[in-house]
């Protein structure tokens, strides 16, 4: 399965590199568009379980990888407000 990493840069500024070991992340996010918080929560939490059970389907197993990603990604959103926007700098 083709590992996708992703850029991101939350409302205060800050940039952070993102895992998905599926290339699922492109049907829900895109390089350069901008995201209120709450949407790109819904959107990259989707994202990452259906790589986690992509994962889970062809190797037996859940990517404990894009679990703690969509965790991490959790947390940090609890910190915005919902209407702050993410914007989604790369997907590669």
């Not at 989707?46 to 859940?62: I, M």
């Not at 959103?77 to 702050?84: D, G, M, Q």
């Amino acid at each position: 399965m083709p590992e996708t990493m992703f850029r991101i840069l939350w409302p205060d500024g800050v940039e952070e590199e993102c895992y998905s070991p599926s290339t699922v992340i492109h049907d829900h996010l895109t390089a350069g568009a901008t995201y209120r918080v709450d949407d790109f929560g819904t959107r990259s939490r989707t994202a990452l379980e259906l790589a986690a059970q992509r994962v889970e389907a062809k190797y037996g197993f859940r990517c404990s990888s894009a679990d703690a990603q969509a965790a991490k990604l959790a947390s940090a959103i609890a910190r915005y407000k919902p209407e702050e926007t993410v914007i989604c700098l790369s997907i590669q």
